[in-house]
């Protein structure tokens, strides 16, 4: 009884901060660092070349599929949508997308989109917001111990891209290659 307090208590936690319930978060993920993903193989993906001035979740959505990844859905993040009711508050994302690989499988709820079918696109003010975004997610995450699962961050600046962790190291190196561009 104990312990699914405890785990009921540390999902609530995961979904109010990092997630807000789509199904990979609420399934408590846990992150693998960038370079974790490096060290399994070498990408086939070149890194497309986006301008800052004109970065926002969607466009670098598009500069991920304009690469050749096999993004098959997307949902723009707005206020009404936003599980985490973060966008536009002070130090959090600007904009945002999940996005749906189709090596998953999974497609994206249009009514409440999340992460579980690939992934989600996070742009910030600022590069240090998006460092602080990503390494509360991490240790979030992490806390939660290997029974919450994989998930992969790339930095661009202040965009953040969150891979599922479903998806194998070789296809998360191909989004760290695309992702590097986005600054």
Do not use: W
């Not at 466009?59 to 009404?80: H, N, R, Y």
Request: contains cysteine; charged residues 15%.
């Amino acid at each position: 009884m104990r312990k699914i307090i405890v785990m009921t208590i540390a999902a609530a936690a995961l979904t109010a901060g990092c997630g807000g319930g789509d199904a990979a978060e609420t399934s408590a993920q846990a992150t693998q660092s960038s370079t974790s993903a490096a060290a399994s193989g070498s990408a086939s993906v070149a890194a497309p070349s986006t301008t800052a001035q004109a970065m926002d979740a969607e466009t670098a959505l598009a500069a991920l599929k304009d690469v050749g990844l096999p993004i098959t859905d997307s949902a723009v993040i707005t206020e009404t949508n936003d599980r985490n009711n973060l966008i536009g508050r002070p130090g959090q994302y600007v904009s945002k997308v999940a996005f749906a690989d189709s090596r998953l499988g999974v497609p994206i709820d249009q009514a409440e989109p999340g992460n579980e079918g690939g992934g989600s696109i996070e742009v910030f003010a600022d590069g240090a917001d998006a460092q602080v975004r990503s390494d509360y997610i991490q240790q979030t995450l992490q806390s939660l111990g290997p029974a919450a699962g994989t998930e992969y961050h790339f930095l661009a600046g202040p965009v953040l891209v969150r891979v599922n962790g479903e998806l194998p190291p070789s296809v998360a190196a191909e989004y760290e290659a695309a992702s590097a561009g986005l600054a």
